[in-house]
């Protein structure tokens, strides 16, 4: 049975002030993110350098400089940094302080918009913690509010807080302005396949999704032993990420050449004006896996909070998803069995309980081929 551990949120335990960490939060020593105890806390992997990708000059398909950098993170990392999105900093900035304010409200105030419903069981909209469906199920240093943005009419109200009152207008506001970054995207990820611009918008749809997560992170006693949010994949075509403007905490499992582990590398802090897009799922099947959706996740700090706003962007659910038949060929077969938008999506909620990508957890997976995330070769040119 699906349910929500009960007990305080992840800020009320981190406020206690306990003199030893709850074991649910305690990894085991294989997965922990650390270094060796005589290195005094959390070992602090390269911090890598990703591409920047001005997205105005990307709506030039005469850009091919811009372009090239586009090609470069998409084939490398599956994130890149954002500039020339047109919204003020201030706005940026207002849409960050206003979460952080919320989660600072009395517990009270904010369990008037917990994620359950009326029987009491979980449900994915609404302040609280992520899903926990067993008793031995680790779970992450963090408490969560998440919000469906778009299609604008299946807003649920009694998720959107009154409090504090910019809260609401100021996301609004901030997903209009991401939802253009996220369309100039994948028009240019169109373009990189030598397909059109609405290659991919068709894919989605007129009426895709938005949701929004933003994720606090209170200071945490032992950062070796716990993750802000367990290593994932994202549930989305692209996800466009607004980081804390101070804390870092970010990595992402960059793959090795010849395959291997990978290595987990630290996303740096950005700039105040900067976002950040990441390759969803979605769009790994989608592209039949040209584009591969990174593995990352957050490990914690000791004395700082850390707040971030995270948009994912999905197919309309009653969608196919599924290589599209342009990216598949004798020498490159489809990679991904046929499903609905929705059943991916509800499949998600199972897979990033266990830790799992959805891809894997669904068993949609038909091949390996090492061709895999290599651009087809007239696209490459």
């Not at 372009?67 to 207002?94: E, I, N, W, Y």
């Not at 369990?111 to 779970?139: C, M």
Request: aromatic share 8%; proline share 7%.
């Amino acid at each position: 049975m699906v349910h929500q551990a009960q007990g305080q949120m992840v800020q009320e335990v981190a406020a206690a002030g306990l003199p030893t960490l709850p074991t649910r939060y305690v990894l085991r020593e294989e997965d922990r993110p650390t270094a060796p105890p005589t290195t005094g806390g959390v070992a602090a992997p390269e911090l890598a350098a990703f591409p920047t990708v001005d997205v105005q000059r990307l709506a030039d398909p005469g850009d091919v400089e811009e372009a090239d950098k586009l090609r470069s993170a998409l084939q490398s990392s599956g994130l890149f940094k954002v500039t020339g999105h047109g919204m003020p900093v201030a706005l940026l900035d207002g849409v960050r302080d206003a979460g952080v304010e919320f989660f600072h409200l009395p517990l009270e105030e904010k369990l008037r918009h917990a994620n359950r419903d009326d029987a009491g069981e979980f449900q994915p909209e609404g302040y609280g913690i992520d899903r926990v469906d067993t008793d031995e199920q680790v779970l992450d240093w963090c408490d969560r509010l998440y919000l469906t943005v778009q299609p604008e009419e299946e807003r649920r109200a009694q998720f959107w807080p009154a409090r504090p009152p910019a809260l609401g207008r100021l996301l609004h506001e901030y997903a209009l302005g991401s939802e253009q970054v996220a369309k100039r995207v994948l028009m240019a990820m169109g373009r990189l396949l030598g397909f059109g611009e609405e290659f991919f918008l068709d894919h989605v749809g007129e009426r895709g999704g938005t949701y929004a997560r933003f994720t606090y992170y209170p200071p945490c006693p032992r950062p070796d032993l716990v993750y802000g949010l367990k290593p994932h994949t994202d549930n989305s075509v692209v996800t466009v990420l607004l980081l804390d403007r101070d804390v870092g905490g970010l990595q992402v499992l960059l793959r090795e050449e010849g395959g291997g582990d990978g290595r987990w590398v630290d996303v740096p802090v950005l700039a105040r004006d900067e976002l950040l897009v990441v390759v969803g799922e979605e769009m790994e099947i989608m592209s039949n896996a040209v584009f591969r959706a990174p593995t990352h996740r957050v490990v914690t700090s000791g004395e700082r909070e850390r707040m971030t706003l995270v948009l994912f962007y999905q197919p309309e659910p009653h969608k196919d998803l599924q290589p599209a038949e342009e990216l598949v060929a004798e020498d490159r077969p489809a990679m991904y069995r046929k499903l609905k938008a929705k059943a991916f999506g509800d499949g998600f909620w199972d897979a990033f309980a266990l830790g799992e990508r959805t891809i894997d957890f669904l068993n949609i997976k038909v091949d390996d081929r090492e061709s895999a995330g290599s651009m087809p070769e007239a696209a490459a040119a």
